[in-house]
T-cell receptor
Framework: DAKTTQPPSMDCAEGRAANLPCNHS???????VYWYRQIHSQGPQYIIH???NNETNEMASLIITEDRKSSTLILPHATLRDTAVYYC?????????????FGAGTRLFVKA | GAVVSQHPSWVICKSGTSVKIECRSL??????MFWYRQFPKQSLMLMAT?????????EQGVEKDKFLINHASLTLSTLTVTSAHPEDSSFYIC??????????????FGPGTRLTVL
């Protein structure tokens, strides 16, 4: 079973920041938080990941709470092309043997 | 990020035939490959995990004799749907993970193969 909880859907206005929350209250000390997104009829695309510090890349920012029980993915300036299903996943860091299990994700609709 | 390709991108076949889907990691060596299945408006469901040179490990409820997985090299895995039936129609996605030398492994996904069984 997925170890994360996300809202099923969210709306965002084009050009505004999209903040997607994720709860992972049972996360273990060696587990990273990963975010992927899936645009319709495509394979999932990696966005960002983190362990305990906030992270930022060219796509998004990841804010992880101090107790690591929740996180927020931030798309700073959402565009129509960001409409997709966003998956928050926790996954162990050690090599080999672990599996990526997808939950239901959040369906983000970016509206003009 | 690394590139994972799948071939074919879509396939239509008659009921009872077998279909092979290829998954390749193009610019890295994939020590582990995963196969997922996704039905319309549902999330990805993990079918099996395979490590190069060894037998695949199937998730509960996935028939290993129906979904044959071969991971013969560090860049290629194949999924064969044997004696396909209309209920096997789905979007099949592979994923490849390689060792990057860091304390976490990168995992990348293919574009998916849409299988339609008539």
């Amino acid at each position: 079973d997925a170890k994360t909880t996300q809202p099923p859907s969210m709306d965002c206005a084009e050009g505004r920041a999209a903040n997607l929350p994720c709860n992972h209250s049972t996360i273990s000390g060696n587990e990273y938080v990963y975010w992927y997104r899936q645009i319709h009829s495509q394979g999932p695309q990696y966005i960002i990941h983190g362990l305990k510090n906030n992270e930022t890349n060219e796509m998004a920012s990841l804010i992880i709470t101090e107790d690591r029980k929740s996180s927020t993915l931030i798309l700073p300036h959402a565009t129509l092309r960001d409409t997709a299903v966003y998956y928050c996943i926790v996954r162990a860091a050690q090599t080999g043997g672990f599996k990526t299990i997808f939950g239901a994700g959040t369906r983000l609709f970016v509206k003009a | 990020g690394a590139v994972v390709s799948q071939h074919p991108s879509w396939v239509i076949c008659k009921s009872g035939t077998s279909v092979k889907i290829e998954c390749r990691s193009l610019d890295f060596q994939a020590t582990t490959m995963f196969w997922y299945r996704q039905f319309p408006k549902q999330s990805l469901m993990l079918m099996a995990t395979s490590n190069e040179g060894s037998k695949a490990t199937y998730e509960q409820g996935v028939e290993k004799d129906k979904f044959l997985i071969n991971h013969a090299s560090l860049t290629l895995s194949t999924l064969t749907v044997t004696s396909a039936h209309p209920e096997d129609s789905s979007f099949y996605i592979c994923s490849a993970r390689g060792s990057s030398g860091r304390d976490y492994d990168e995992q990348f996904f293919g574009p998916g193969t849409r299988l339609t069984v008539l």
